[in-house]
């Protein structure tokens, strides 16, 4: 079935879409998610538009594999690459990957933020930390802030290079959802306290595609579209009014059917007799 399968990607509809993104936040840069081969959609070709032909600079990962593969498949390409989720920060073959090819760590617990403050090889590099403002599934601890600002002191550094976090449900409601506004507040406190602590901060971004669709976030320098840029809203139906988004799909997938035929009720198919619980087709 492979063979006579194909997904077809219009770059085009992909120009459109960034078009439309910086018409949304035009005062904001763009650090395009495009993790998991950016969403299937074939992270390498991707990249190569979205750099340079549509100028994006920065774009994430989920693992230092594919952004390894990124800087191996475009050498020439001076762009920024982060990685989220599996940083294997504590192998020094990871580490060593990192500092030989500028891609990024997002830091996101206090042992992987430790183990990068004390490398003399890290102490140049840009300081990337995301914290847990609610979506509890990876960040530093808002109850940690005060000993993450000791650890940045300690290691001499006054910055951070790009502050993140993300939201859980922006796929509902930004300005009603009680999470959302949560969130929200979680992130004002986290910024305060930072700069009061004389933490300077370079960068910031909050917004994934679902606060972008709504306009939230767009105060912070960077936006981190994902999903929108693809084409698809991210927003659930009943809130779908609450969307500025009317991006264009990127993908069609083309493929045969080897087989088709109608079937009654109660006829047996497959393995086991399976009988079909309605009429209609196989």
Not at 154 to 183: D, E, P, T, V, W
Not at 185 to 190: A, M
Not at 255 to 274: C, E, H
Request: aromatic share 10%; charged share 25%; glycine share 6%.
């Amino acid at each position: 079935m492979r063979i006579k399968s194909c997904m077809e990607i219009n770059v085009s509809n992909l120009a459109s879409n960034y078009q439309l993104l910086k018409e949304i936040c035009p005062n904001n840069e763009a650090l395009f998610m495009v993790k998991a081969n950016a969403y299937g959609h074939g992270m390498v070709p991707i990249v190569k538009f979205a750099y340079f032909e549509l100028g994006i600079k920065e774009f994430g990962c989920a693992s230092i594999g594919e952004a390894l593969r990124l800087r191996e498949e475009i050498p020439n390409g001076e762009f920024e690459v982060y990685v989220f989720s599996d940083v294997n920060l504590d192998l020094q073959e990871a580490a060593d990957i990192y500092l030989n090819n500028r891609i990024i760590p997002v830091l996101s617990n206090e042992s992987n933020l430790k183990y990068f403050l004390e490398q003399e090889d890290f102490r140049y590099f840009p300081l990337c930390l995301k914290f847990n403002t609610g979506m509890n599934r990876l960040g530093l601890r808002l109850d940690r802030v005060d000993e993450v600002v000791k650890l940045i002191k300690a290691s001499g550094r006054k910055s951070i290079y790009h502050l993140m976090s993300h939201f859980s449900s922006s796929s509902l409601s930004m300005i009603k959802n009680k999470r959302n506004l949560a969130q929200k507040e979680n992130w004002r406190d986290l910024k305060s306290q930072l700069t009061a602590a004389g933490i300077e901060i370079d960068k910031s971004s909050l917004a994934n595609s679902g606060a972008i669709e709504q306009k939230v976030g767009l105060e912070e320098t960077h936006v981190r579209p994902g999903l929108m840029m693809y084409g698809p809203t991210s927003l659930l139906p009943q809130y779908s009014h609450l969307s500025c988004w009317e991006g264009k799909l990127i993908s069609r997938l083309e493929t045969t059917f080897i087989n088709s035929f109608k079937v009654d009720r109660g006829t047996p198919i497959g393995y086991g007799a399976t009988p079909c619980p309605t009429d209609g087709v196989v």
